[in-house]
C-alpha cells in the first residue's frame, strides 16, 4: 500500500514538474517573440460619425492647392510601431485600410514622429492623417494640381543612417539620410541617372513630357513593397503596389500618395 501511495505521490509531482517545465517555455518563447517582434497600434482618435459611406479603394495625397471646400472630414486615424525598422509605408498602407472602410478617399498629414536615439529602448514611430471623403470630380482636380515633371530620388528614409551617392549626367550627387533630392525636368533636356559602376550598376533615363505625373525613385528600396491586395489599379494613381520596376540599385515608387506622403515628410536635401 505505502509502496503505491509513493508511486502515486511521485507520478503526481512529475507530472506537475512537468507541466511547470512547460509553463515555463511558453512564457520564455512568448518573452522571445515579444523582444523579437513588435508593437503596432491603429486607432481612430477622431469620428466624424458619417454614415452611408461605401468602402472606398483609393487614398489620394490632398494637393495644397486644391480646393477642399466640398469635401467631407471623415476621421483621424493614428498608427504607431515601436519597431525599430518601422518605414513611414508600412504606417501608411495601416492607416490607408482603416480609413478605406470608414469611407474614406483622401487625406492630408496631420503628424510624424520618430524617435531617432540611436541607445534609446523606445523606437516609436507615429504617424497621424486626417482622412477625408471627396468627390470623383474633387479627386481628378486633385491630380491635376500635382507638379508635373518633377523628380524625387530618396536615400535612406532615416536621418540616422548613411547619406547615399548618385550620378546625374556624370555628376556625383549624394543625399542626406532622411531626405530627398529634388528635380525639375525641363523640355529638351535629358538627364542619366546613375548609381554605382558600369558593372552590376544601374541606369535610367528621366525625359520631360507634357503633364507628367511627379515620378519617385529611391536607391535604398524603402518604400517598395508590394500589397497584396490586388483591387488597386496601378493606373489610377491609388495603387498600393509601390514598385514598377527595379533597375540594379535604383527602385520606383509607383504609388503617388506615398510618394507625395514621403517627400512632404522628409526634408529636402541641402548641400
Same mark, same amino acid.
Given at each position: ?7 502515486? &505521490?511521485?507520478?503526481?509531482? !512529475? %507530472? ?5 517545465? &512547460? ?9 522571445? $517573440?515579444? +523582444? ?5 497600434? /491603429?486607432?481612430? $482618435? ?8 461605401? *468602402?472606398?479603394? @483609393? ?5 495644397? $492647392? ?7 472630414? /471623415? %476621421? @483621424?486615424?493614428? %498608427?504607431? =510601431?515601436? !519597431? ?14 482603416? %480609413? ?20 534609446? &529602448?523606445?523606437? +516609436? $514611430?507615429?504617424?497621424? &492623417? =486626417? ?7 474633387? #479627386? /481628378? ?9 518633377? /523628380? ?8 540616422? =543612417? ?12 549624394? *543625399?542626406?539620410?532622411?531626405? !530627398?533630392?529634388? *528635380? ?6 535629358? +538627364? ?26 529611391? #536607391? ?26 527595379? @533597375? ?17 515628410? +522628409? ?5
Amino acid at each position: 500500500m505505502l509502496s503505491n501511495v509513493l508511486q502515486t &505521490l511521485g507520478t503526481n509531482v !512529475y %507530472a506537475t514538474n512537468k507541466i511547470t517545465t &512547460l509553463k515555463k517555455i511558453l512564457i520564455l518563447l512568448t518573452t522571445i $517573440t515579444t +523582444l523579437n517582434g513588435y508593437s503596432q497600434l /491603429v486607432l481612430v $482618435t477622431k469620428n466624424a460619425g458619417i454614415k452611408n459611406l461605401l *468602402i472606398s479603394k @483609393t487614398f489620394a495625397f490632398i494637393e495644397p $492647392t486644391t480646393d477642399t471646400s466640398q469635401t467631407k472630414f /471623415v %476621421a @483621424t486615424i493614428l %498608427a504607431k =510601431d515601436d !519597431y525599430r525598422n518601422t518605414s513611414i509605408e508600412s504606417l501608411y498602407f495601416e492607416i490607408l485600410k482603416q %480609413a478605406n472602410k470608414l469611407g474614406a478617399n483622401c487625406f492630408r498629414l496631420k503628424s510624424f514622429s520618430r524617435d531617432t536615439l540611436k541607445f534609446s &529602448l523606445n523606437h +516609436l $514611430t507615429v504617424l497621424t &492623417l =486626417d482622412c477625408y471623403y471627396a468627390s470623383d470630380t474633387t #479627386l /481628378v482636380k486633385n491630380t491635376n494640381n500635382f507638379k508635373k515633371n518633377v /523628380v524625387y530620388i530618396f536615400g535612406n528614409e532615416k536621418k540616422t =543612417d548613411k547619406a547615399m551617392s548618385f550620378n546625374i549626367n556624370g555628376e556625383k550627387k549624394e *543625399i542626406k539620410s532622411g531626405t !530627398y533630392y529634388k *528635380i525639375a525636368l525641363e523640355e529638351g533636356n535629358e +538627364l542619366n541617372v546613375s548609381k554605382g559602376g558600369a558593372i552590376g550598376g544601374a541606369r535610367m533615363c528621366l525625359k520631360w513630357s507634357k503633364d507628367r505625373q511627379p515620378a519617385f525613385y529611391t #536607391l535604398s528600396g524603402f518604400g517598395v513593397s508590394a500589397s497584396n491586395d490586388p483591387s488597386f489599379s496601378p493606373n489610377n494613381g491609388y495603387n498600393t503596389s509601390t514598385i514598377s520596376f527595379r @533597375t540594379g540599385g535604383i527602385s520606383q515608387i509607383t504609388n503617388i500618395n506615398l510618394g507625395l506622403l514621403l517627400a512632404q515628410i +522628409l526634408g529636402q536635401n541641402t548641400p
